[in-house]
């Protein structure tokens, strides 16, 4: 064979290694998205229409999180953090709608304690699709009926299910903790106990109904 025929036959070679190397990376690149965002990988692909940008898309969501430091709470604080949830439970009982709307601005904080930034719901979705991709769906359904519970076009199921879809990404964030002493441990025994619990309670007011109290909804958080 002539020397350009060795030439053509190493440029072919080198072609297909070539392209082989690609279809491996994005095979992995898939691999690890789909491992790494679950469920969003899937909601994001049939949303995009295809496969490519809703890569493109997650790829951005984690590039955007890495320039933010996540830092675990103090005891004191994720104690404090605790506490308040437990009120709000108490209060979801005879004020569902407002505590729905307080577990909304209690969650914005937790993430801003946490280190997440806060300047508005899609932004707090996206970062949290990221950390938190199992959960992140249950976030956007809680704040979709937390923007409807201001003008009462929430009922009790609806706010229910807010409730504890908030509880969800709460013990998620509220769980690692700086320190890993006594107090803390039975914090989170607690919350883990309290999670596992059918709250908050079905026989809460009706926020249509005479007992509803709307009165706290500016002071607990409103609409961003």
């Known amino acids: 064979m002539t020397a350009w025929t060795w030439v053509l036959i190493a440029v072919g070679i080198v072609v297909v290694v070539a392209l082989l190397a690609t279809a491996l990376f994005s095979q992995r690149r898939t691999a690890r998205l789909r491992r790494n965002f679950g469920p969003e990988y899937d909601r994001e692909v049939q949303a995009r229409e295809g496969r490519r940008r809703a890569e493109a898309e997650l790829r951005g969501r984690e590039k955007q999180r890495a320039r933010f430091e996540i830092k675990p709470l103090p005891t004191q604080t994720r104690a404090r953090f605790v506490a308040e949830w437990r009120d709000l439970q108490e209060r979801f009982v005879d004020q569902p709608s407002n505590a729905v709307v307080a577990a909304d601005g209690l969650v914005t904080r937790l993430m ?113």
Do not use: C, K, M
């Open 112 to 224: 801003g304690a946490r280190g997440y930034p806060t300047d508005g719901f899609p932004s707090q979705a996206t970062l949290i699709s990221v950390d938190y991709p199992d959960v992140v769906d249950n976030y956007r359904h809680a704040h979709g009926v937390y923007d409807r519970a201001g003008s009462q076009q929430a009922d009790t199921e609806d706010l229910r299910g807010a409730f504890l879809h908030y509880r969800l990404l709460f013990d998620r964030l509220v769980r690692l903790a700086a320190t890993d002493d006594g107090a803390d441990e039975a914090i989170g025994e607690r919350a883990e106990t309290d999670r596992r619990q059918s709250w908050p309670p079905r026989h809460a007011a009706d926020p249509t109904g005479p007992q509803a109290d709307h009165s706290g909804y500016a002071h607990n958080g409103g609409a961003r």
